[in-house]
T-cell receptor, first 112, second 120 residues
């Protein structure tokens, strides 16, 4: 079975402060991990994926297989970062078809 | 020039009714999905179609029946609606997986705006 855990339902920081959204996963195979974001009144969209190893809007995420984590980080949060963030894992749970399993999401609020 | 569109955006109906939600994508993708987002914002896959063929069917009641008339459309029909069906339903699409260096990878999924279904 594949599982994604986001322990924080809500996260509130001040503008300019560092932010880290935690994500842990459980998967027996080689994981493929993503962060999706949903801004207010917008559709869910991909923020970044671990195989790209790139920084998007100042966010980075490193896959740590030892700790089975894929935490999302940004050194200086901006108000426009306020959104719902979902960590997701693509896996096949031993079968032939792959599916995206989402964590329960973390609502990030960046205060002025 | 919307990539993934859903209709209707809002749907309010009574228990026991039958309703449909339509989804269309103009991205040329082979794979389409239906997700359900509950009141706690938990997002869970329901169905996945690849080239009009059902490939993922999670433990969803058989009152839910997806239909894919062609690769660009994936509709969701719900029979005998129940209160617990109230949720936001998202359609999504993506290219089929890719291969690089012998490793399989997944493409980005593009989501529709969602359909908020309220069953009274």
């Amino acid at each position: 079975a594949q599982r994604v855990t986001q322990p924080e339902k809500l996260l509130s920081v001040f503008k300019g402060a560092p932010v880290e959204l935690k994500c842990n996963y459980s998967y027996s195979g080689s994981p493929e991990l993503f962060w999706y974001v949903q801004y207010s009144r917008q559709r869910l969209q991909l923020l970044l994926r671990h195989i790209s190893r790139e920084s998007i809007k100042g966010f980075t995420a490193d896959l740590n297989k030892g700790e089975t984590s894929f935490h999302l980080k940004k050194p200086f949060a901006q108000e426009e970062d306020s959104a719902m963030y979902y960590c997701a894992l693509s896996g096949n749970s031993g079968g032939s078809n792959y599916k995206l399993t989402f964590g329960k999401g973390t609502l990030l609020t960046v205060n002025p | 020039d919307t990539a993934v569109s859903q209709t209707p955006k809002y749907l309010v109906t009574q228990m026991g009714n039958d309703k449909s939600i339509k989804c269309e994508q103009n991205l040329g993708h082979d794979t389409m999905y239906w997700y359900k987002q509950d009141s706690k914002k938990f997002l869970k896959i329901m169905f996945s179609y690849n080239n009009k063929e059902l490939i993922i069917n999670e433990t969803v009641p058989n009152r839910f029946s997806p239909k894919s008339p062609d690769k660009a459309h994936l509709n969701l029909h719900i029979n005998s609606l129940e209160l617990g069906d109230s949720a936001v339903y998202f359609c999504a699409s993506s290219q089929e997986h890719g291969l690089a260096g012998g490793f399989r990878f997944s493409y980005e999924q593009y989501f529709g705006p969602g359909t908020r279904l309220t069953v009274t």
